[in-house]
Nanobody
Framework: QVQLVESGGGLVQPGGSLQVSCAPAVRPYRVNNMGWYRQAPGKQREWLAYITAGGRTKYAGSVEGRFTISRHNGLNTVYLQMNNLVPEDTAIYYC???????????????WGQGIQVTVSS
């Protein structure tokens, strides 16, 4: 079992920026794709973005152009830079990582505990 630890959430005014980050608490054998999701009150969890180990990225239409996903492979850390935030971005943000525990292992899905991002004046 791998614990993903998120940090960087909080309160920000509309139009502001915030960065959240996520990393495994213990270094795993290999971290493959990493991504971010969010869940607003009363809504289903929404996929936002993913990044491959090689750095290819893909975004949901709702955040493309405002959010940027990146990663530091040496630290196994994934970041989500969020710009031009609006109140509708208020949600709990979750990171996801697909992790292999040894060379012949298949991928396993892991989730962070979630971190609150609130956009309000």
């Amino acid at each position: 079992q791998v614990q993903l630890v998120e940090s960087g959430g909080g309160l920000v005014q509309p139009g502001g920026s915030l960065q959240v980050s996520c990393a495994p608490a213990v270094r795993p054998y290999r971290v493959n794709n990493m991504g971010w999701y969010r869940q607003a009150p009363g809504k289903q969890r929404e996929w936002l973005a993913y990044i491959t180990a090689g750095g290819r990225t893909k975004y949901a239409g709702s955040v493309e152009g405002r959010f940027t996903i990146s990663r530091h492979n040496g630290l196994n850390t994934v970041y989500l830079q969020m710009n031009n935030l609006v109140p509708e971005d208020t949600a709990i943000y979750y990171c996801n990582a697909k992790i292999s525990h040894h060379a012949s292992d298949s991928e396993h899905d892991y989730w962070g505990q979630g971190i609150q991002v609130t956009v309000s004046s």
